[in-house]
């Protein structure tokens, strides 16, 4: 039987899907939750602003003021994060993802507060379309580095020593500034080689405050496809498959 395309999800639609999914997998009441960034983040947010509508008390901590004002218009509890000792849930999404559960992320600006706020995480569960999956890190997304103003143009120069071409981010005809008032470069590369060994040299570059490598911190990362297929990735079924798989739950 042929399907018709009407029956393909979108890929706003996939972040829908798969959003909501992890809000009902993963959000119980009495939980500190951590608000991801992003447009998949989006629906995150609104179906937890439902959740509280319907009663739930959450405490919730956002990755960006961006979330941090979306998720009060809901009416949800935001917090700063040293106002809590851990947050147990973390939905975020995700630029690139390979199969063992590495990540780039970023392209949205938010990767310093993400990852900070991953690090006080118990479970970082991540939701992608599909589209977000690579069999290496950098084939499709290039990696983003925030990075001080003062002196950027030399710190850009450093990166594009591992073999990148980095490009200053712009909103309009200024430099994207971050939530925490830096730039960000994003470096693109043909595919990324050894992603441990390259985020620790970014990081020891002066000048360079976080780049978007997000290394052994998914505990689950949930999958949508155009057909509204469901898959988890989690270090169990990795571990059980070694490492290259993805099971359809
Ligand atoms: C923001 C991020 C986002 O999670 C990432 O860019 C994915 O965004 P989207 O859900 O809009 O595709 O890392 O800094």
Known sequence: MQTSEEEFLSPADMKKVIAEE??????????????GTGSTSYFAIMKIGELVSSGYNLK??????????????????????????????????????DPKMQLIKGLGGALLREKIVAAATVKEVIVVGNDKIVDRLGTKAPLPVEVLPFGHKHTGHALSKFGCDPVLRMAGDTPFITDSGNYIYDCRFDHIEMPYHLEMAINNISGVVENGLFLNTAYEVLVCDRRRNITAMSDRVNKELGGNNIRVL
């Open 22 to 35: 992890a809000v009902s997998r993963f959000i119980k009441d009495d939980m500190v939750v951590g608000l």
């Open 60 to 97: 919730c901590v956002a990755t960006s003021l961006q979330s941090e004002k979306l998720a009060r218009s809901c009416g949800i509890n935001v917090v700063d994060l040293d106002e809590v000792s851990k947050i147990d849930v973390t939905i975020d999404g995700a630029d690139e993802v």
